[in-house]
């Protein structure tokens, strides 16, 4: 007999994002599923609109990273324009981005890694959460709002709001950077390194620590995507796309307007989202990660020093081979989020980036645009066709979750095998196979949040689809 | 601790999700400071620690018309495994555990019925923002937050 567990956070609104795991007679995992939903409906919501107001509509998909969204459409409204953009402009879009990616990377280890990595992965529930973790270390819990704050600061500074800016415009930006803005922003970053490079330490004695279960705990396989410049040189605003085998190798470079030469995506009947895959290389070994763990093992260095310390760690993780377990994604995410504050600071120290050529503005040359960059959680392409005079016709959007979809599909499989044996199943079992998921921090319910009922159901279900047991945590 | 946030919660892209800052937007209060977020995130915290009062207005899903009333800080409810949600409590008890302190809050819930893509409250929600707005009134007017439901 087969039995069904399904872990579903009851969504929001417009679907589910749930993981069932089918067992067979004996107990053992047959066979796991990830489903999530996709931001198709955005696509549609673009269409008809003039496509100088895609930089500030498209933010609204998520509330977490809305700069990633704002600047890949403003890059896509470059290209509709067909002009190059000024150089202080391309700086400061980049700052506020390293803006975003210190906050969300800052929110990612400190808010949802946390717990599971301070407090352990088998602590009661009741308190593995950031609330139990501001009474376990509130010292460090006070430096991880300080960090999100400062990422705010900076995109605050520079763009005259903290969430949902309007300052990135087809041809540039719409403000030049005051000196006493760069002042405040530059005051308190090596204060902000200095947090990270703690949080570096957290991550690092909790791998040795548990080095065993780290090293298989979803580890797997798999090609590897991330924009790349300068030879090689992580980049997270604007490069080429890279793609590395899973031997670590490059297996191909292009830039981002050529996408669709390079990438397709699978359909599943179970899934509202789509499996992209290297086009090369086909299903299933074309299937690739993206985000922290993607860019690293993509990459062949950093370009700031403090870094490219931990990116030399990093390497050396795996025998020089690309790092496959998801736990790694977590000492990722904080190499990035070092990298983030230093190119910050290098960009404030340009001497180029208070200057006041920051637009060059023209009417709509190209009836495509596509504008790639690197989201805090993975590479995010949008790309919009518009016709003569700027009203866009059709839109396509591919963000990081959809990028992933395959891989946290084997994440969750791999762990479930790993853990679940027999048809009672602990707490703390549930919570790696939910970790599984939060290694790659899935956007799953941005879009809305209307107050309704989220608990975490885990259904069994016999092979008939008769109700068996059922957990449930709020 | 001084003073009023009234703190509005939605995406504005999403039909009824945007009733809670479309509310905010429509009012004025003396004293009372205004913000506008899409959701809450942990750095909220800092932000709420010095007010007296916190007023969050929602969208909500339980169908009835809008109500006031009081929330508590519940720390086993600061996130969700899998999203980067935040409740109202939540961020309540983050703000406790933090700084030691924490305002008293309410909650004003505004329940719509339709959260598609588009820009339009659907007719269900604009009632019941008029609605919201008008306890707003009595609320303020009153100066006192003891009990909501009074006012």
Not at chain 1, 107 to 129: S, Y
Not at chain 1, 219 to 241: H, Q
Request: aromatic fraction near 8%.
């Amino acid at each position: 007999m087969t039995k069904k567990i399904t872990i579903s956070p009851v969504t929001r609104i417009e679907g589910h994002a749930k993981v069932t795991i089918y067992l067979d007679d004996e107990g053992r995992v047959d066979r796991t599923y990830f489903h999530v939903d996709q931001f198709r409906g955005y696509e549609k919501f673009t269409e008809g609109r003039f496509y100088d107001e895609l930089p500030m509509i498209t933010p609204r998909i998520c509330g977490i990273c809305p700069v990633s969204h704002h600047l890949a459409a403003a890059k896509a409204c470059d290209e509709i324009l067909g002009r190059p953009v000024p150089r202080t402009a391309s700086l400061l879009r980049e700052l506020i981005h390293m803006g975003q990616v210190i906050q969300s990377h800052a929110m990612h280890f400190f808010e949802l890694a946390g717990p599971d990595i301070v407090l352990g992965w088998d602590a009661d529930p009741a308190v593995r959460n950031v609330v139990g973790l501001v009474r376990a270390n509130p010292e460090l819990a006070l430096k991880a709002v300080k960090l999100r704050k400062y990422g705010q600061t900076i995109i605050e500074e520079v763009a005259g709001r903290r969430i949902h800016p309007t300052f990135a415009i087809p041809g540039g930006v719409n403000a030049s950077l005051s000196g006493d803005s760069r002042d405040r922003i530059l005051k308190d970053v090596d204060e902000m390194i200095a947090y990270i490079r703690e949080g570096v330490s957290i991550i690092l004695a909790f791998i040795e620590e548990h080095k065993e279960e780290c090293d298989a705990f979803a580890a797997f396989p798999s090609a590897y995507m991330g924009l790349v410049k300068d030879g090689g040189a992580l980049e997270l605003y604007d490069g080429i796309v890279r793609m590395a085998g899973r031997d670590g190798r490059t297996l191909d470079e292009f830039a981002g307007r050529y996408y669709l030469s390079h990438i397709a995506e699978k359909v599943d009947d179970w899934s509202y989202l789509k499996f992209p895959y290297f086009k090369p290389l086909g299903d299933p070994e074309g299937h690739y990660r993206v985000g922290p763990l993607g860019r690293l093992n993509a990459a062949d260095r950093i370009s700031t020093p403090l870094a490219q310390e931990e990116f030399l760690k990093f390497k050396a993780m795996n025998g020089g081979r690309p790092v496959e377990s998801s736990v790694y994604y977590h000492y990722a995410w904080l190499i990035e989020a070092v990298y983030a504050l230093e190119r910050a600071r290098e960009i404030l120290e340009d001497g180029d980036v208070l200057s006041r050529d920051v637009l060059n503005p023209g009417p709509v040359t190209n009836e495509e645009g596509i504008g790639v960059i690197e989201a805090p959680r993975g590479t995010l392409f949008h790309h919009y066709w518009v016709d003569e005079n700027g009203t866009v016709k059709k839109a396509n959007l591919i963000v990081a979750t959809g990028h992933n979809n395959w891989a946290m599909c084997q994440a969750v499989d791999n762990v479930a095998r790993g853990y679940i044996q027999g048809h009672d199943i602990p707490e703390g079992v549930l919570n790696r196979v939910e970790g599984a998921i939060r290694c790659y921090d899935p956007c799953l319910s941005c879009s809305t949040h209307a107050i309704g009922e989220m608990p975490v159901v885990v259904e069994v279900y016999d092979h008939q689809g008769a109700f068996v047991a059922s957990r449930e945590r709020a | 601790m001084t003073g009023t946030l009234l703190l509005g919660i939605g995406n504005i892209h999403r039909e009824d999700d945007g009733v809670g800052p479309k509310c905010v937007d429509l009012v004025s209060f003396p004293g009372v400071h205004r913000l506008v977020v899409q959701q809450l995130v942990p750095e909220l915290a800092e932000t709420i620690r010095d007010y007296e009062r916190v007023v969050f207005v929602d969208a909500s899903l339980r169908g009835g018309t809008a109500e006031l009333g009081p929330l508590l800080p519940r720390d086993t409810d600061t996130s969700f495994p899998l999203t980067h949600g935040m409740t109202c409590e939540g961020l309540l008890a983050l703000t406790e555990a933090l700084y030691g302190r924490v305002p008293k809050a309410f909650l004003l819930s505004i329940p719509g019925v339709s959260f598609g893509h588009g820009e339009n409250l659907s007719a269900r929600a604009l009632e019941n923002m008029e609605e919201a707005r008008g306890i707003l009134e009595r609320f303020f007017r009153s100066g006192t937050a003891a009990d909501p439901s009074h006012n």
